[in-house]
């Protein structure tokens, strides 16, 4: 009789959980979110222009772009029908989070053109975001497709004035380099005169406002007139102050003997940042003088390397030998080029001429400018 009644008193309590266990609310699977994860690759998009706007051969477009990164954005690229037209990078060597760029290119022929600007972190690229314009001849009708961009005036090409227009946000230096203090910050699509500069054009004195300083050229867009911008001294770099550190005692312990750790250093990726000089000139004028910007974007060091112009007459000229550019270093090398008749020409610059670096990238060693001469 204990028997049963124990057995009965069971059957109770496995019939009172069932009970409990099917009035609960059932428990979703947990839902695969995607996150931005430090592995994966840069994210960028066109603010400017629009799909579809029309624009007149030898109307300068500017294009805006934006990216995002985990990590950092090292620098932007813009092609047209894919040929590399124009390259920025970071001010800070392990680039920006969110980085803002003002990209410029003027067509030269009719037809469509697809714009693409593909963001890099070191040798990781992002998805291209492209846009598609229309150019006509500047007798044909042009539809106002083109958005008005902030902080973006218009170039006056018959402006003789030299001067610079920066292609991101940039700080504005005492003197030309990193190591001088920041006396303010210049806005992205600002054009400033330029009243000074280094001899290898890297650095270019501004007046922004009521300030004069240095930026570097290698986020800026050169136009007008340059040829007789001068050479300016740089001034003293600046010696850090601060109170004397405290003497600490020193503690003698015998060191734990350590693995040696062997660092394989990586691959250099060397492009050509920019060619900066005018784009209009004259036969009178001729000799003209350009300044070619080479970036060592990759993570190891070049080694020696040397780099060609192609000149109107066709010739390839030495830009010189370049013994070695480290990870992030840029380095602009000058050219007087000769034009002997008006008509226009496309100035190819190549970096690595001779194929002696072992690169990340053997695609992105050329740009162009197209020259019109009259």
Same mark, same amino acid.
């Given at each position: #009789?204990?028997?049963?009644?124990?057995?009965?008193?069971?059957?109770?309590?496995?019939?009172?959980? %069932?009970?409990?266990?099917s009035s609960q609310p059932?428990?979703?699977?947990?839902?695969?979110?995607?996150?931005?994860?430090? @592995?994966?690759?840069?994210?960028?998009?066109?603010?400017?222009?629009?799909? %579809?706007?029309?624009?007149?051969?030898?109307?300068?477009?500017?294009?805006?772009?934006?990216?995002?990164?985990?990590? @950092?954005?090292?620098? #932007?690229?813009?092609?047209?029908?894919?040929?590399?037209?124009? =390259?920025?990078?970071?001010?800070?060597?392990?680039?920006?989070?969110?980085?803002?760029?003002?990209?410029?290119?003027?067509?030269?022929?009719? %037809?469509?053109?697809?714009?693409?600007?593909?963001?890099?972190?070191?040798?990781?690229?992002?998805?291209?975001?492209?846009?598609?314009? !229309?150019?006509?001849?500047?007798?044909?009708?042009?539809?106002?497709?083109?958005?008005?961009?902030?902080?973006?005036?218009?170039?006056?090409?018959?402006?003789?004035?030299?001067?610079?227009?920066?292609?991101?946000?940039?700080?504005?230096?005492?003197?030309?380099?990193?190591?001088?203090?920041?006396?303010?910050?210049?806005?992205?699509?600002?054009?400033?005169?330029?009243? %000074?500069?280094?001899?290898?054009?890297?650095?270019?004195?501004?007046?922004?406002?009521?300030?004069?300083?240095?930026?570097?050229?290698?986020?800026?867009?050169?136009?007008?007139?340059?040829?007789?911008?001068?050479?300016?001294?740089?001034?003293?770099?600046?010696?850090?102050?601060?109170r004397t550190p405290t003497?600490?005692?020193?503690?003698?312990? =015998?060191?734990?003997?350590?693995? &040696? /750790? =062997?660092?394989?250093?990586? !691959?250099?990726?060397?492009?050509?940042?920019?060619?900066?000089?005018?784009?209009?000139?004259t036969v009178a004028a001729?000799?003209?003088?350009?300044?070619?910007?080479?970036?060592?974007?990759?993570? @190891?060091?070049?080694?020696?390397?040397?780099?060609?112009?192609?000149?109107?007459?066709? &010739?390839?000229?030495?830009?010189?030998?370049?013994?070695?550019?480290?990870? @992030?270093?840029?380095?602009?090398?000058?050219?007087?080029?000769?034009? &002997?008749?008006?008509?226009?020409?496309?100035? /190819?610059?190549?970096?690595?001429?001779?194929?002696?670096?072992?690169?990340?990238?053997?695609?992105?060693? =050329?740009?162009?400018?197209?020259?019109?001469?009259?």
């Amino acid at each position: #009789m204990m028997r049963y009644a124990r057995f009965l008193i069971v059957l109770l309590i496995l019939a009172v959980s %069932g009970c409990n266990l099917s009035s609960q609310p059932p428990t979703d699977e947990p839902l695969d979110v995607a996150t931005a994860e430090t @592995g994966g690759r840069p994210v960028v998009t066109i603010d400017s222009p629009n799909d %579809g706007a029309e624009v007149n051969v030898g109307t300068q477009v500017f294009v805006t772009a934006n990216a995002t990164d985990a990590v @950092g954005v090292t620098r #932007m690229q813009l092609l047209a029908n894919n040929q590399i037209v124009k =390259t920025v990078s970071s001010e800070s060597p392990s680039g920006q989070r969110n980085f803002q760029v003002i990209l410029d290119y003027t067509p030269r022929a009719e %037809g469509d053109v697809n714009l693409q600007v593909v963001a890099y972190r070191g040798a990781i690229a992002s998805d291209p975001a492209d846009v598609a314009i !229309k150019v006509k001849s500047p007798q044909a009708q042009i539809e106002p497709t083109l958005q008005p961009v902030d902080n973006v005036p218009a170039i006056d090409p018959n402006d003789p004035t030299c001067r610079a227009l920066t292609n991101t946000g940039l700080n504005l230096r005492s003197g030309p380099g990193t190591v001088y203090d920041r006396v303010g910050l210049v806005a992205g699509g600002a054009v400033v005169p330029i009243v %000074g500069r280094v001899g290898d054009n890297s650095w270019w004195q501004v007046r922004y406002g009521i300030t004069v300083g240095w930026v570097s050229g290698q986020y800026t867009s050169i136009y007008g007139i340059c040829s007789s911008v001068p050479v300016i001294n740089p001034p003293p770099t600046p010696t850090p102050t601060g109170r004397t550190p405290t003497p600490i005692a020193t503690i003698t312990q =015998t060191p734990t003997p350590q693995p &040696t /750790i =062997t660092v394989t250093p990586g !691959k250099a990726d060397l492009v050509v940042a920019s060619i900066a000089g005018p784009t209009n000139t004259t036969v009178a004028a001729s000799p003209v003088t350009y300044s070619v910007t080479i970036t060592n974007t990759g993570s @190891g060091p070049s080694g020696s390397f040397s780099s060609t112009v192609k000149l109107p007459n066709g &010739t390839d000229a030495n830009l010189g030998v370049v013994s070695n550019l480290n990870a @992030g270093e840029s380095i602009s090398l000058n050219i007087d080029i000769p034009f &002997t008749a008006a008509t226009s020409y496309t100035l /190819i610059a190549v970096v690595d001429s001779a194929s002696q670096v072992n690169e990340i990238s053997e695609v992105n060693n =050329t740009a162009t400018l197209l020259v019109t001469v009259s």
